[in-house]
């Protein structure tokens, strides 16, 4: 019964106070999950599960659970761009993923996050691959991806389900018939989409001085700023974020991210590849 009082008591703390819960983790060195400062939660990839999809990936890191779909249509190019296609990713934090989250429209957390994915994913794809009859027909890859269960650093999880979902898509092929220049689709071959880049992005917190590496849904409000690296699969830097007040040493803060993301990412690029 003393410990069942303990967890009770630990609880109500933590909801009460926060911020002083977690600093008196991190005096001791470790977070309230178990982790070290620099510890990665686990990750699962899963593909091709949703066979309504063109293609679809499932991914777990840690407690929070993103799946994604990937659905191709036609469409006419801009009259400005006539030899690319379209790439519209687009991420939903529905109120059944967590209580923060209210039923209606989409959150600003979420159009701010589905433009952060669309700056990445933009170097993912060539739009010129899409390309099925340029100025008249292209392809648009509509990328949908839907937070099950949030428990933080969604951005993470979104970006390797929607890469691993375009690795996993295969369109149809395309045949244009001759005597009236219709467009009509192969129900037998299918394309695999033409991947240029492959990002996978790390993100870090910074509460007070300790930098955390993948942060909870816990920790992420009490952070003085979070840090995103994204790397290719040539560990080239594709794009860093920061959301929040500049650091003193923002540099070396930078700079140690960085080196800790490229190991982070050998791991992760054997889940998708």
């Known amino acids: 019964m003393a410990s069942d009082d303990d967890a009770l008591k630990a609880a109500v703390f933590q909801r009460l106070h926060p911020r002083t819960y977690l600093d008196r983790f991190v005096a001791e060195k470790y977070r309230p999950d178990g982790r070290q400062f620099d510890g990665w939660r686990d990750v699962s990839v899963n593909v091709g599960s949703i066979s309504t999809a063109d293609g679809s990936a499932l991914v777990r890191l840690g407690e929070t659970t993103i799946v994604c779909g990937v659905k191709a249509e036609f469409a006419e190019p801009e009259l400005d761009a006539p030899d690319a296609g379209f790439l519209v990713p687009n991420v939903d934090l529905p109120a059944l993923c967590s209580p923060k989250f209210k039923p209606g429209p989409p959150s600003d957390e979420a159009q701010v996050l589905s433009d952060r994915l669309n700056e990445v994913l933009s170097t993912t794809i060539p739009l010129s691959s899409l390309v099925i009859k340029p100025g008249k ?110 650091l003193p040493g923002d540099e070396d803060v930078l700079s140690t991210c960085i080196s800790a993301a490229k190991q982070r990412r050998v791991s992760l690029e054997k889940q998708i590849l």
């Open 137 to 246: 027909l292209v392809w648009v890859l509509y990328v949908d991806a839907t937070c099950i269960n949030y428990d933080g650093n969604v951005f993470d999880a979104a970006l390797l389900a929607m890469v691993a979902a375009l690795r996993n898509t295969k369109l149809p092929k395309p045949i244009i018939r001759e005597n009236d220049e219709h467009v009509v689709c192969s129900r037998t071959e299918t394309i695999p989409l033409q991947i240029a880049k492959t990002p996978i992005s790390m993100s870090f917190g910074v509460f007070d001085t300790t930098l955390l590496a993948d942060p909870t849904a816990f920790e992420e409000p009490l952070l003085d700023t979070t840090i995103s690296v994204v790397l290719d699969e040539q560990n080239s830097l594709v794009a860093v974020s920061q959301l929040g007040p500049g």
